[in-house]
């Protein structure tokens, strides 16, 4: 059973990077899709980016794309999130998701098709 833990999260300045990191166990992550979404308070889960582990294919939502970046560690079994130029409205919860697949290219950003969730991290952004 894939389990996911997330970490990275913490307080930034507007401007600054930030790395989140998704550490998966229970199961390599070659036929899984994972994505980054977080939440705000008071605002539904946002998709952010998506992966897919048996080709690499990657999709990013249009509020991050240029400034965050999904890769994977297949050694690690992990995941992670390169976000740039952060911003105040980037301060959320952030969390990793999975889901087996065994297409390529299937990477939705959608929450409903993730059936395995990490319990998110914390980013601030303020100055």
């Known amino acids: 059973q894939l389990q996911l833990v997330e970490s990275g999260g913490g307080f930034v300045q507007p401007g600054e990077s930030l790395r989140l990191s998704c550490a998966a166990s229970?199961?390599?992550?070659?036929?899984?899709?994972t994505a980054w979404f977080r939440q705000a308070p008071g605002k539904e889960r946002e998709a952010l980016a998506s992966?897919?582990?048996?080709?690499?294919?990657?999709m990013y939502a249009d509020s991050v794309k240029g400034r965050f970046t999904i890769s994977r560690d297949s050694a690690k079994r992990t995941v992670y999130l390169d976000m740039g130029s952060l911003k105040p409205e980037d301060t959320a919860v952030y969390y990793c998701?999975?889901?087996?697949?065994?297409?390529?290219?299937?990477?939705?950003?959608?929450?409903?098709?993730?059936?395995?969730w990490g319990q998110g991290t914390q980013v601030a952004v303020s100055s």
């Open positions: 229970g199961a390599t992550l070659d036929y899984y899709a």
């Open positions: 992966l897919n582990g048996a080709d690499g294919f990657r």
């Open positions: 998701a999975a889901r087996q697949s065994f297409n390529d290219r299937w990477t939705p950003l959608v929450a409903d098709e993730y059936n395995i």
